[in-house]
């Protein structure tokens, strides 16, 4: 066929929307998601707001998040709980694996979002005359606007992690188990794929007619004993079949039962690769005082670009404070009081006004 027949024919007539042909326009109206303008692509938080900026303003649909776990397995578990309790809060249907714990325990351990609950007390006593706002009068009568309120269709929302879901709310939800029921002491990740693959191809593929919603799948401590097959081919089968789909992963990893050859393997597999080490009470010590461990990014996500996101820094602490999940930069204190540099310094002799070399300080010392 002529290069000139191509030119007049298909590319001169073509429409300007298929030739930026992008998902993004089609499903602004999706619960829970929002459209990156760098990239055009569509992200659903990760339930942590100080984390979603961090790795580029969400995850993006169609992704795999690899979390490898900390010693205990603790604060990985609640990463993947604020993950989930983000999706129930949106609408989104769940899909929960777990061998560790029984994932109908898991799902009744998620947060309700805080315009779920009750409002705090001091929010709930009615102003006073005297309380009224005296400079800007031309707006006392305009509708008041709580920002702290937000829509269920809102990206990112905060959590209680003290609180918890209604039964009530769980059983409104669509959620899904693996394993449904406990008939066998190890499963295989051929099976757990089965499973996926099937409520993928039958609900969430991006050629269903009537996709309206995004899929969260959360699978918990993949990689350790009570899991049998190949984990690597697991991998590279779930990569290939969340890439066509409308759906998002988050994995958390026992890397202590795998070699580490396995878990670099799993790491090129996925999107996006995260790393918590928790501290100790001995290394938390100047300036780490304040945190309960160190949070790594081990790779982003160059979907639709050439390069990645590169955040505001590579040093990066995590804490529980008022019972919320903080992801934040580390930041030095302006005097470290307590380290032994400052120690060796006030050990050594001082010359004072008076000419006297002595260590001991004099009266006219300044």
């Not at 979390?67 to 604060?75: A, F, I, P």
């Amino acid at each position: 066929m002529p290069f000139k027949y191509l030119l007049e024919n298909v590319l001169i007539k073509t429409p300007v929307n298929i030739l930026t042909m992008s998902a993004a326009p089609r499903f602004t109206s999706l619960p829970g998601t929002k459209v990156s303008a760098v990239r055009s692509l569509l992200l659903t938080s990760t339930g942590i707001i100080t984390l979603d900026p961090i790795i580029g303003g969400g995850i993006p649909i169609g992704s795999i998040v690899l979390l490898e776990e900390d010693e205990g397995s603790t604060y990985s578990k609640l990463m993947m709980k604020c993950f989930l309790s983000v999706g129930l809060s949106c609408g989104h249907p769940l899909f929960i694996a777990s061998q560790k714990q029984a994932p109908q325990s898991l799902a009744k351990e998620l947060m309700p979002s805080l315009e779920e609950t009750n409002m705090p007390e001091h929010k709930l006593v009615p102003k006073d005359s005297q309380d009224e706002l005296k400079i800007a009068w031309r707006y006392q009568n305009s509708p008041k606007f709580d920002s702290t309120k937000s829509s269920p269709s809102s990206f990112s929302q905060l959590f209680d992690l003290s609180q918890i879901v209604s039964e009530e709310t769980l059983g409104k939800a669509s959620i899904k188990y693996f394993p449904e029921s406990v008939d066998k002491d190890q499963f295989t990740y051929d099976e757990l794929f089965s499973v996926i693959q099937t409520l993928i191809l039958e609900r969430h593929h991006v050629d269903h007619p009537k996709l309206k919603t995004v899929l969260k799948i959360g699978l918990l401590g993949l990689g350790s004993d009570l899991w049998q097959g190949d984990l690597v081919q697991f991998m590279y089968k779930l990569s290939n079949l969340i890439k066509s789909s409308y759906a998002c992963v988050l994995i958390t990893l026992s890397t202590s039962c795998l070699e580490p050859s396995t878990v670099s393997r799993c790491q090129h597999l996925a999107d996006i690769a995260l790393r918590l080490d928790t501290l100790s009470p001995g290394d938390r010590d100047h300036y780490l005082n304040e945190y309960h461990g160190l949070f790594y990014i081990t790779k982003q996500t160059s979907m639709n670009s050439l390069g990645v996101h590169i955040p505001d820094s590579n040093d990066w602490g995590f804490k529980l404070k008022r019972r919320r999940f903080i992801i934040e930069k580390l930041h030095l204190p302006p005097e470290l009081q307590d380290s032994k540099q400052r120690e060796q310094d006030d050990s050594l002799p001082r010359i004072s006004c008076g000419g006297s070399g002595s260590s001991k300080a004099a009266a006219l010392d300044f």
